[in-house]
């Protein structure tokens, strides 16, 4: 078990917090103009990197509040926290990058 | 008295040749456990291909296959599941004769606990499925649950008492090393290369076309490359620019001490996530539900296994005085339906073998059977012609979250 660094709460101990998979996966701005392949990118796929990852988490059992956190999901090393909100200091994963890159 | 050297067994006969990789083959599978080693097998036992190299990084059947918990059943709910792991019990029936291998393959049982009133819809809900689709299963009253498993704490004053249980009477366990080995002697009998300590850290593509993989040790052209990585097939797929709906996870098991025979048979609980047998040797095997986070790291939180060992304890108060031997983690990759992904890529003659999340070892040789016809025909099996990729655009999804056992 470790201590998990909620923003708002400080180090707690894991098993306070749910895990929310990953940060910054965006509402499509215009939803009828997704096609079935763009839906199902929104809906089903997400990143699963071997490194750092930007992800959600909730302190369930403290403040209740939901914050973003890049984590080493190797090492399981929380790298930093911050509110949901900022951009991804990644600068992977969101909706306009894989259009982008697509 | 220490025993001269001359007193110890003799060094056993090794069982495949350790093999440096060539510059070419007709088909590189990535994955030296036990789906990578299956398909191997078939591909040139029913389909004559056997200019074949299986690359694992790590030593061999040393990642989830030397990991999972060894349950083999095929009590799932949709026909479509049924058709894949009920083809695959049918072949572990015979595979020990076919592989002229030991695997100790012991159809001892799996009960399927029910804890509450909707378990129990749900578990004769499945039953009734599996029986209609020719695959054995019962319901179990709790009396009769007792009977066949009278270790199983069946009294009505626990917080999650025992309501009933299905029960597939051929399902059982394998012991998964011998598997592994067995398929791998087979392997190397046809000549195909086990290439050990060997990463691929790249795959060529040119044309739309894989052309071959980049390897820690080289680059090995290939005709076709066939992934069955498991937890690691993200980061594969990453290399050809494939993303694919998989979240891998840690997910944990553990053994006792070495124990007298007490356990009958396999129990699962889905509610209360423990599963437990008792290993050939003697040591109970334990499994608990994935930790919820992504992870890589081959280990898991301390957490997971407190709330597993307590409802062990609820369940089987006769543990309460073994010790724990030691635990380990897998790197499980799963799908949001629960169910696997077999068969093409948008790359041509590169094959996907993936998602099996908690449930993989089961499927072994069913798998490898169907994903050599996929292989070698270009076309899916078809078992594993449900699980496409696309069924995540069509939705025609597969949705086994109630039959996986483990809540991934």
Same mark, same amino acid.
């Given at each position: 078990?470790?201590?998990?660094? !909620?923003?708002? !709460?400080?180090?707690?101990?894991?098993?306070?917090?749910?895990?929310?998979?990953?940060?910054?996966?965006?509402?499509?701005?215009?939803?009828?103009?997704?096609?079935?392949?763009?839906?199902?990118?929104?809906?089903?796929?997400?990143?699963?990197?071997?490194?750092?990852?930007?992800?959600?988490?909730?302190?369930?059992?403290? !403040?209740?509040?939901?914050?973003?956190?890049?984590?080493?999901?190797?090492?399981?090393?929380?790298?930093?926290?911050?509110?949901?909100?900022?951009?991804?200091?990644?600068?992977?994963?969101?909706?306009?990058?894989?259009?982008?890159?697509? | 008295?220490?025993?001269?050297?001359?007193?110890?067994?003799?060094?056993?006969?090794?069982?495949?040749?350790?093999?440096?990789?060539?510059?070419?083959?007709?088909?590189? $599978?990535?994955?030296?456990?036990?789906?990578?080693?299956?398909?191997?097998?078939?591909?040139?036992?029913?389909?004559?291909?056997?200019?074949?190299?299986?690359?694992?990084?790590?030593?061999?059947?040393?990642?989830?296959?030397?990991?999972?918990?060894?349950?083999?059943?095929?009590?799932?709910?949709?026909?479509?599941?049924?058709?894949?792991?009920?083809?695959?019990?049918?072949?572990?029936?015979?595979?020990?004769?076919?592989?002229?291998?030991?695997?100790?393959?012991?159809?001892?049982?799996?009960?399927?606990?029910?804890?509450?009133?909707?378990?129990?819809?749900?578990?004769?809900?499945?039953?009734?499925?599996?029986?209609?689709?020719?695959?054995?299963?019962?319901?179990?009253?709790?009396?009769?649950?007792?009977?066949?498993?009278?270790?199983?704490?069946?009294?009505?004053?626990?917080?999650?008492?025992?309501?009933?249980?299905?029960?597939?009477?051929?399902?059982?366990?394998?012991?998964?090393?011998?598997?592994?080995?067995?398929?791998?002697?087979?392997?190397?009998?046809?000549? $195909?290369?086990?290439?050990?300590?060997?990463?691929?850290?790249?795959?060529?593509?040119?044309?739309?076309?894989?052309?071959?993989?980049?390897?820690?040790?080289?680059?090995?052209?290939?005709?076709?490359?066939?992934?069955?990585?498991?937890?690691?097939?993200?980061?594969?797929?990453?290399?050809?620019?494939?993303?694919?709906?998989?979240?891998?996870?840690?997910?944990?098991?553990?053994?006792?001490?070495?124990?007298?025979?007490?356990?009958?048979?396999?129990?699962?609980?889905?509610?209360?996530?423990?599963?437990?047998?008792?290993?050939?040797?003697?040591?109970?095997?334990?499994?608990?539900?994935?930790?919820?986070?992504?992870?890589?790291?081959?280990?898991?939180?301390?957490?997971?296994?407190?709330?597993?060992?307590?409802?062990?304890?609820?369940?089987?108060?006769?543990?309460?005085?073994?010790?724990?031997?030691?635990?380990?983690?897998?790197?499980?990759?799963?799908?949001?339906?629960?169910?696997?992904?077999?068969?093409?890529?948008?790359?041509?003659?590169?094959?996907?073998?993936?998602?099996?999340?908690?449930?993989?070892?089961?499927?072994?040789?069913?798998?490898?059977?169907?994903?050599?016809?996929?292989?070698?025909?270009?076309?899916?099996?078809?078992?594993?012609?449900?699980?496409?990729?696309?069924?995540?655009?069509?939705?025609?999804?597969?949705?086994?979250?109630?039959?996986?056992?483990?809540?991934?």
């Amino acid at each position: 078990m470790q201590l998990i660094p !909620c923003p708002w !709460c400080g180090p707690r101990e894991e098993t306070e917090f749910h895990y929310g998979g990953q940060a910054h996966v965006e509402h499509p701005a215009d939803p009828h103009a997704l096609d079935d392949e763009q839906w199902a990118q929104y809906v089903f796929f997400r990143d699963n990197p071997k490194g750092p990852f930007a992800e959600r988490w909730a302190h369930t059992a403290g !403040c209740r509040r939901w914050f973003n956190a890049v984590r080493d999901t190797v090492s399981y090393e929380f790298l930093t926290v911050y509110p949901v909100g900022p951009p991804n200091p990644l600068g992977t994963g969101t909706r306009e990058r894989q259009e982008a890159t697509a | 008295m220490t025993p001269d050297a001359h007193d110890l067994p003799d060094h056993p006969d090794f069982l495949w040749r350790n093999a440096d990789p060539k510059k070419s083959y007709d088909v590189v $599978i990535v994955g030296g456990g036990g789906h990578g080693l299956a398909t191997a097998y078939y591909l040139a036992k029913n389909h004559g291909i056997t200019n074949i190299a299986v690359l694992e990084k790590g030593w061999l059947a040393g990642g989830n296959m030397a990991r999972n918990t060894t349950i083999i059943r095929s009590n799932y709910l949709w026909d479509e599941s049924s058709g894949i792991y009920e083809s695959s019990l049918k072949l572990w029936e015979t595979l020990e004769q076919d592989l002229d291998y030991p695997i100790l393959f012991s159809q001892r049982g799996v009960l399927n606990l029910a804890h509450n009133l909707q378990d129990v819809r749900d578990s004769k809900r499945r039953v009734y499925a599996n029986q209609l689709n020719g695959i054995d299963a019962e319901w179990l009253e709790p009396d009769e649950v007792a009977k066949v498993c009278p270790i199983v704490n069946t009294s009505p004053d626990v917080r999650y008492p025992v309501h009933g249980a299905t029960y597939q009477p051929r399902a059982g366990i394998a012991k998964h090393d011998y598997v592994a080995w067995g398929f791998a002697r087979r392997c190397d009998a046809y000549g $195909i290369d086990l290439i050990q300590n060997c990463e691929v850290t790249g795959i060529d593509v040119s044309g739309g076309r894989v052309t071959g993989v980049r390897t820690t040790r080289g680059r090995i052209a290939a005709g076709k490359v066939a992934l069955a990585a498991a937890g690691h097939t993200s980061v594969l797929a990453q290399m050809v620019g494939l993303r694919l709906p998989l979240q891998s996870h840690p997910l944990q098991a553990l053994v006792s001490e070495l124990l007298e025979p007490v356990h009958p048979t396999v129990v699962m609980s889905n509610a209360v996530h423990v599963y437990v047998s008792q290993a050939h040797k003697g040591e109970l095997v334990m499994g608990a539900g994935i930790d919820s986070y992504n992870g890589y790291g081959q280990r898991g939180a301390f957490h997971i296994i407190e709330r597993q060992m307590a409802a062990a304890l609820e369940l089987f108060p006769v543990f309460a005085r073994a010790h724990m031997l030691r635990t380990w983690g897998g790197i499980v990759d799963t799908t949001p339906d629960a169910s696997p992904i077999v068969g093409l890529t948008p790359v041509e003659d590169l094959y996907l073998n993936c998602g099996w999340g908690t449930g993989g070892f089961k499927a072994t040789p069913g798998v490898g059977w169907a994903y050599a016809h996929t292989i070698a025909t270009g076309e899916p099996h078809d078992t594993n012609a449900p699980f496409t990729l696309d069924r995540f655009t069509t939705g025609a999804l597969v949705d086994e979250h109630g039959a996986a056992a483990v809540a991934h």
